[in-house]
Structures are given as structure tokens and as C-alpha cells.
Nanobody, 123 residues
Framework: QTQAVESGGGLVQAGGSLTLSCEVP????????MGWYRQAPGQERVFVAA????????LVADSVKGRFTVSRDNAKNTMYLKMNDLKPEDTAVYFC????????????????YGQGTQVTVSS
């Protein structure tokens, strides 16, 4: 199973910013559509954003649209999630998903998730 390593989480005040990274060492990263998900305590994992293998298509959940931006650097085998204007309700563990499918106006996840990185937003 393809491994992914998330980083960049932390504690931030409301209104602040963080950038998460997801590195996929090895494997044909440039051949993968990729996604971000998050899971708050006691809640299900939900979709946040996705990006196509070439970076030309992105999809962002309505709850974070205008605040979060997904990007990638195929030369570094890394996907990013830039999060601005963070709110307490953004508090969650953020996971990247490797080699899903971005088509039909939706991201279809694969079974391959990283271990997650914690984001905590204080009010």
C-alpha cells in the first residue's frame, strides 16, 4: 500500500493560517489524483479538498471554500493544503488520501490514507 506522510499541523488561534504537507515517497506520485480529508472528535472523516495528477483541476468542500487552497509539487512528491482564516470548527485530524479519482465533479477516495496531522484552532 502506498505510504503517505502528513506534516504541518499544530495549534493556531482563530483567524490564523497553517500549511499542511503530504509527502508520498516512492511510487509514481505524478500519476495520482490526491485528496485531503479531516476527522473531528466523535465525527466521521469528511472530504476537504482534492487535486488532479497534473494539478490542473481542484475541488474544495463548500465548508472551506475561499479559505483553503490545495496544490502540489510533483518534483517533490508532495501535496499541500494552505489553510487561511482558520476557525475553531476546523479543529480535526487531517489526512491525505493517495491515488483516488477526481472525476464526475467529485473525489473518489482510495483505501490509502496517511497517519494524519492534528490541527487545533483556539477561539
Amino acid at each position: 500500500q502506498t505510504q503517505a506522510v502528513e506534516s504541518g499541523g499544530g495549534l493556531v488561534q482563530a483567524g490564523g493560517s497553517l500549511t499542511l504537507s503530504c509527502e508520498v515517497p516512492g511510487g509514481p506520485f505524478r500519476s495520482y489524483d490526491m485528496g485531503w480529508y479531516r476527522q473531528a472528535p466523535g465525527q466521521e472523516r469528511v472530504f476537504v479538498a482534492a487535486i488532479s495528477l497534473g494539478g490542473d483541476k481542484t475541488l474544495v468542500a463548500d465548508s472551506v471554500k475561499g479559505r483553503f487552497t490545495v496544490s502540489r509539487d510533483n518534483a517533490k512528491n508532495t501535496m499541500y493544503l494552505k489553510m487561511n482564516d482558520l476557525k475553531p470548527e476546523d479543529t480535526a485530524v487531517y489526512f491525505c488520501n493517495v491515488a483516488g479519482g477526481l472525476y464526475g465533479g467529485a473525489y473518489h477516495s482510495s483505501p490509502a490514507y496517511g497517519q494524519g496531522t492534528q490541527v487545533t484552532v483556539s477561539s
